[in-house]
């Protein structure tokens, strides 16, 4: 079965950094696309951030891109997402998503992520 956890998340105020981290256990390969997500208040999930199962092409949101990255050490099927600048517009809880099937292309669409985890809460004061 597989599991994905998240953690990392907190309250920060305005200006500072957190990074999360999502671990992916019970899957056999590592050659997998990872991406975060965020769901704030009353909104839809939006996507965040995606890694190519090589590690080495990566793709963000407008609202994220020069401010966040995301990065994976597939060894430990860990993902990571290191978040600068936060501000309020960023409190959300985020989700870790994993794509199930093997050498897949990145992807922004929510519906190719497979295997999620339960959400880390991130809250950014003013």
């Known amino acids: 079965q597989v599991q994905v956890a998240e953690s990392g998340g907190g309250l920060v105020q305005a200006g500072e950094s957190l990074r999360l981290s999502c671990a992916v256990s019970g899957i056999t390969y590592r050659t997998f696309v990872m991406s975060w997500f965020r769901q704030a208040p009353g909104k839809d999930r939006e996507f965040v951030a995606a890694?190519?199962?090589?590690?080495?092409?990566?793709y963000y949101a407008d609202s994220t891109k020069g401010r966040f990255t995301i990065s994976r050490d597939s060894a430990r099927n860990t993902v990571y997402l290191q978040m600068n600048s936060l501000t309020p517009e960023d409190t959300a809880v985020y989700y870790c998503?994993?794509?199930?099937?093997?050498?897949?292309?990145?992807?922004?669409?929510?519906?190719?992520?497979?295997?999620w985890g339960q959400g880390t809460q991130v809250i950014v004061s003013s």
């Open positions: 998503a994993a794509h199930a099937r093997e050498f897949a292309e990145i992807t922004a669409t929510r519906t190719d992520f497979d295997f």
């Open positions: 890694i190519s199962w090589r590690g080495i092409s990566t």
